[in-house]
């Protein structure tokens, strides 16, 4: 029903109630039920606002109509009375009529959502199945049809296959960890630059077109979960390499502050929208792309609940087409120097932290520490 509708029926309503107080019934009689009908109605199609208003035109008809009648006074506050009921109780029908439809909507975006994850889920699988059994029929050819590169290239297939797999499936676990409320870290002592020279190497190795620099101090040691930490900075940089083009450049920035550290993963890719920036942390967030780049939208909400469990934060600052910049704030305990640090720091400071560490990112940013890989060429243009 339109709302025009909707509003002719109400006025149709309340002209009937008139009619029929003044019309039919005789005399002094007054059927207030009679304006409430209107209402009613209204509280099944309107929103609680239009609800309330149309409850109080109401209330104004009962009195308007009661001054003709010269009814006595003393009728009247129990009259306004049960307009007031009346309209309590049928704007909290129509707050909940909304409440329950909004719940119905969100319901069925997630099922829609966890369908999709599925679907992703389905597809990856498949894949890193296909490829150990491409591999594992190769290895099983006949000895005199193989070759020592087709052995090789089936044991690629293979390992790749595998890992694969296994990426997978921790991240499954680690979704259904956070989605328990048991998602822990382990902090201890280490050096956050030594964990990134590693993750560095390793990612140069599955992204052999992208140029990954680093650009670190000698060391940062502090206190941090290093499998989980290892585990959010692959992700970063995974992402940063997936979703920008062959030959471009990812740089990985640590810094230090009085209370941990920051990590600064850019890159120069296809960047996000701002209306999707939000969700990228939410669980199954995969943005539609329309392209076959493999992954299930949950890294991003386990880096976040890494951070988190760290006492700290994840954002990121991006525009389509013109690549993004994550940062995360990484507290630590063992390396807070000044009182504000001492316990773990609040929000505004790391806010303070974050503001800082993107305004190094965008425009200062030159690598001073490069690992075994290209040459550094790298000059940022500021976003
Ligand atoms: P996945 O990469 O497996 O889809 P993530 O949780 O890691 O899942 O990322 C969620 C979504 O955020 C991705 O689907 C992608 O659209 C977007 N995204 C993440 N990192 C980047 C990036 N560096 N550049 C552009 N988009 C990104």
């Given at each position: 029903m339109t709302t025009i509708q909707a509003l002719l029926l109400v006025v149709a309503g309340f002209a009937a109630a008139v009619v029929v107080n003044f019309g039919v019934l005789p005399g002094d009689h007054i059927v207030?039920?009679?304006?409430?009908?209107?209402?009613?109605?209204?509280c099944h199609v309107w929103r609680?606002?239009?609800?309330?208003?149309?409850?109080?035109?109401?209330?104004?008809?009962?009195?308007?109509?009661?001054?003709?009648?010269?009814?006595?006074?003393?009728?009247?506050?129990?009259?306004?009375?049960?307009?007031?009921?009346?309209?309590?109780?049928?704007?909290?029908?129509?707050?909940?009529?909304?409440e329950i439809a909004r719940h119905?909507?969100?319901?069925?975006?997630?099922?829609?959502?966890?369908?999709?994850?599925?679907?992703?889920?389905?597809?990856?699988?498949?894949?890193?199945?296909?490829?150990?059994?491409?591999?594992?029929?190769?290895?099983?050819?006949?000895?005199e049809r193989r070759s020592e590169e087709a052995d090789r290239v089936?044991?690629?297939?293979?390992?790749?296959?595998?890992?694969?797999?296994?990426?997978?499936?921790?991240?499954?676990?680690?979704?259904a960890a956070i989605?328990?409320?048991?998602?822990?870290?382990?902090?201890?002592?280490?050096?956050?630059?030594?964990?990134a020279r590693e993750i560095v190497a390793e990612q140069r190795l599955g992204n052999a077109g992208h140029m990954?620099?680093?650009?670190?101090?000698?060391?940062?040691?502090?206190?941090?979960?290093?499998?989980?930490?290892?585990?959010?900075?692959?992700?970063?940089?995974?992402?940063?390499?997936?979703?920008?083009?062959?030959?471009?450049?990812?740089?990985?920035?640590?810094?230090?502050?009085?209370?941990g550290a920051t990590i600064g993963v850019q890159d120069q890719g296809i960047g996000i929208a701002p209306d999707e920036q939000a969700r990228i942390f939410e669980p199954f967030a995969r943005v539609e792309r329309g392209d076959d780049v493999p992954g299930t939208g949950l890294g991003l909400w386990i880096s976040k609940a890494i951070a988190e469990s760290h006492g700290g934060r994840i954002s990121v600052e991006s525009a389509a087409h013109r690549g993004s910049s994550f940062t995360v704030i990484l507290p630590s305990a063992e390396r807070a120097t000044g009182e504000q640090d001492a316990a773990r720091p609040d929000e505004a400071r790391i806010d303070a932290v974050e503001r800082a560490a993107r305004a190094g990112g965008s425009t200062q940013l030159r690598p001073n520490l490069v690992i075994a890989g290209p040459p550094a060429t790298y000059a940022m243009e500021p976003r």
């Open positions: 207030s039920s009679l304006y409430l009908l209107p209402v009613l109605f209204a609680p606002r239009a609800v309330a208003v149309t409850a109080m035109a109401a209330a104004s008809l009962y009195i308007a109509s009661a001054q003709v009648e010269e009814r006595p006074l003393t009728v009247w506050p129990f009259g306004v009375l049960a307009f007031v009921i009346g309209g309590y109780l049928t704007v909290q029908f129509s707050v909940q009529r909304e119905a909507e969100r319901e069925s975006e997630e099922r829609q959502r966890l369908q999709v994850f599925m679907g992703m889920v389905a597809h990856d699988l498949a894949g890193s199945v296909t490829n150990i059994m491409a591999g594992a029929d190769m290895l099983a050819e006949a000895p089936a044991i690629a297939a293979i390992t790749s296959g595998t890992s694969q797999a296994r990426r997978l499936l921790t991240d499954l676990r680690d979704a989605g328990a409320g048991q998602f822990n870290v382990a902090p201890g002592r280490m050096d956050l630059v030594e964990l990954i620099t680093l650009d670190a101090p000698d060391h940062l040691p502090g206190d941090w979960d290093r499998a989980r930490v290892g585990q959010l900075m692959a992700n970063l940089v995974s992402n940063a390499c997936k979703y920008s083009s062959a030959g471009s450049e990812v740089l990985v920035v640590l810094r230090a502050w009085s209370g």
